[in-house]
């Protein structure tokens, strides 16, 4: 556990040392929900309905930005031959380079939403509750990324063809999110279904997607 470990505290100081991949995906957020107000106008009750699924989908295609660089700057260095051939499966490998995504990307945006929540006119009370469903979504969400990111490695226009793949997968965590903040926020269903299965659909991922990744990554390098 030491090598893996090592690779996430890497992975990690390279993102926030980097910091423009995280500062996109952040501005991205800010910026798409800012601007949803000025399009629909100064109707509090209809912003204040659409807000769970304005800032999930929000959240979705702000972390789409950096997906691509799961694996895309070790494979271009070189790096990621050395890791295929190093102590660690590459299945591991995967999950570890997903799981510093989801911790770069996927916490920054879940603790921005609740203050993107107020330009939207969600109710305050709702707020732990956007908090906590979006953490525990959002680990789908990389590990998912990181399947699409391992397919379309080594191509051209991958981030397009990236967002054509991923996209579609990421629909239940969509339902279930906003499911589960609009029970919260409007009621009167009970939110608490919804997160479980959103916890459910995390752990599928955390077991399922490295397995896949790796399979995509093999073939990537032959």
Known sequence: MKEALALFRRDVMLAWRE???IGTALGFYLVVVAITPLGLGPDLNLLSRIAPGVLWVALLLAS???????????YEDGALDVLATGPLPLELVAAVK???HWVT????????APVLGL???LPI?????????????TPAVSFVAGIGASLTLGLRRS???LALLVLPLYVPVLIFGVACVSAASVGPASPWPPFL????LSLASLVLAPIAAAAALRNAMR
Request: hydrophobic share 55%.
């Open 64 to 74: 789409l930005l950096s997906a691509d660089r799961i694996f895309h700057n070790d």
């Open 125 to 137: 009370e709702s707020f732990p509750l956007l908090v906590l469903s979006m953490l525990a979504g």
């Open 105 to 112: 990307t996927g916490i920054p945006l879940a603790l921005l």
């Open 197 to 200: 299965i959103l916890c459910a």
């Open 98 to 100: 997903s799981l510093a």
């Open 19 to 21: 910091g423009g991949t």
């Open 159 to 161: 981030g397009l063809l």
């Open 119 to 121: 330009l939207l006119n």
